[in-house]
C-alpha cells in the first residue's frame, strides 16, 4: 500500500536541509558506486514539499539559491556535490567507532541527515540534535530508532549536554553546514562549550574559506560556453521569486541595487525595468552585480576560516587533527568532466575544508577518567 506524502513547511537555515537530503539522494541515483544512500532516496519519495523561498524571513540571495536548486532551471553540479561532504563525514565516523565501538555520535544540527543509518556499528550511542521544529518533523519521516536520542534544542543551549549520557567510550560530533549560519561570537561560544563538556570529545565539520572568492570563483567553475547559462538561470531565479516576494523582500532588493557601484541604475522599481537594466549590463558588470549579492548574503561566520589553528587561538583545550580540502578524497573517475572540473577547482582554491578537531582534557578532570 503506497504512503500517503508527508507534507514539510520550512523556510530560512532549516529550510536547507531538504537541499541536503535532495542532493544525498541525487548522488545516491546518479552514482551509487560513489555514495549510496537508501534513506535518503526513500525519504525524497516520501516528502510533499512546496518551498517558499519568498517569505519574509529567507533573505533574498538564499530564495533565489534555493528557487534554482529546487525547480532545476540548470544543472548545476556543485548544489548536489554539497552533499558529498557526507562521505568523508561517514569515513570520520567509521574510523573513531571502529576504536570506540560504545562511542556516543551527536549529530549537531541533524535536520533530515541520515548519517547513523550509513555508520551504525549496532553498539554505538546516536544523539540527532536539532531545533524544536525541525524535530517534529524528522520524528514524522523518522522515528527514533533503537540506541538513537532526539535533542529538540539550539546548539547553543547548554543544557543538551546535560541529554548525552554515554560518553564512557567517548564523544564524537559532526555539524555539516551549520556552522556557518552562525555569527563568530557563537561559533567561539560553541567550542568553548564543547571543551568544557567533552574533554577528549572529537569533532568534524566543514567551513569556507576566505579564498572562497564568491560568486565569480563559482562561476569561473564552468566553461566558458557555459558561463552565460549559469548567469541566465540567476536572472531567470531572480523574477521567479520576484513574482511571490513580499514587498519588503523586493525593497531590499532594490535598495541594495542602489548601492551598487555601478554606472547605470534601474530606471525604476518594477521587474520591468530591473530586468531591462540587467540585460543592459556588460558580463563583468553582472558578475560583480551577483558577487556584491553573495557579499550581502554572507554574514556571520561564512568564509572566514582559512586554517584550523586559528580556533586554537580561541581555546587552548582544542588541537587539530585533520584540515583537508572538501573532495580531496573523494574518487573521481566515475564522474563528468563538468563534475571534476567543480570539484578540482574547489580543492585548489581551498574553497571548502573539512575540518577534525580534539578536545584535551585540562589537568584534574574526572570526565573518561
Known amino acids: 500500500m503506497q504512503q500517503d506524502k508527508v507534507k514539510v513547511k520550512l523556510s530560512g537555515a532549516s529550510a536547507s536541509m531538504l537541499g541536503c537530503l535532495w542532493g544525498r539522494a541525487q548522488l545516491s541515483k546518479e552514482y551509487s558506486s560513489l555514495f549510496y544512500d537508501a534513506k535518503a532516496v526513500e525519504l525524497v519519495e516520501r516528502i510533499d514539499y512546496a518551498p517558499d523561498f519568498s517569505a519574509s524571513d529567507v533573505p533574498p540571495f538564499e530564495g533565489m539559491m534555493f528557487n534554482i536548486l529546487f525547480s532545476r532551471k540548470v544543472n548545476l553540479p556543485e548544489f548536489g556535490l554539497v552533499a558529498i561532504r557526507a562521505k568523508p563525514f561517514d569515513d570520520k565516523v567509521k574510523a573513531y567507532i571502529a576504536e570506540h565501538p560504545n562511542a556516543s555520535v551527536i549529530n549537531i544540527a541533524a535536520g533530515l541527515d541520515t548519517t547513523f543509518y550509513r555508520v551504525d556499528n549496532g553498539t554505538i550511542h546516536w544523539y540527532d540534535l536539532d531545533l524544536p521544529a525541525v524535530i517534529d518533523i524528522r520524528r514524522q519521516l523518522l522515528p527514533e530508532p533503537d540506541r538513537v536520542t532526539y535533542i529538540a534544542k539550539s546548539l547553543l543551549d547548554p543544557s543538551w549536554f546535560e541529554d548525552v549520557t554515554y560518553t564512557e567510550d567517548g564523544v564524537f560530533m559532526i555539524a555539516g553546514g551549520v556552522l556557518r549560519f552562525l555569527e563568530e561570537a557563537q561559533v567561539k561560544q560553541f567550542f568553548s562549550m564543547l571543551a568544557d563538556n567533552f574533554p577528549r570529545g572529537e569533532i568534524v565539520f566543514n567551513a569556507h574559506s576566505r579564498l572562497d572568492g564568491g560568486s565569480r570563483t563559482w562561476i569561473d567553475m564552468f566553461p566558458p560556453e557555459q558561463r552565460g547559462v549559469v548567469r541566465a538561470a540567476w536572472a531567470e531565479a531572480l523574477k521567479d521569486w520576484w513574482e511571490k516576494a513580499p514587498q519588503d523582500q523586493k525593497d531590499k532588493v532594490t535598495d541594495m541595487i542602489a548601492t551598487l557601484k555601478i554606472p547605470t541604475k534601474p530606471k525604476g522599481k518594477e521587474w520591468a525595468d530591473i530586468e531591462a537594466w540587467w540585460n543592459q549590463l556588460s558580463d563583468k558588470e553582472q558578475e560583480g552585480v ?28 582544542i ?7 572538501l573532495y580531496r578524497n573523494i574518487p573521481r573517475d566515475s564522474l563528468s568532466a563538468d563534475i571534476r572540473r567543480v570539484m578540482d577547482y574547489s580543492d585548489e582554491s ?14 584534574g578532570t574526572n570526565k573518561y577518567s
Open 350 to 363: 581551498e574553497r571548502v575544508s573539512i575540518f577534525h578537531l580534539r578536545v584535551q582534557p585540562q589537568l
Open 290 to 317: 551577483v558577487r556584491d549579492f553573495m557579499t550581502s548574503y554572507r554574514k556571520g561566520w561564512r568564509s572566514t576560516l582559512e586554517d584550523a589553528d586559528k580556533i586554537t587561538k580561541w581555546d587552548s583545550r
Open 319 to 325: 588541537t587539530v587533527i585533520d584540515q583537508f580540502p
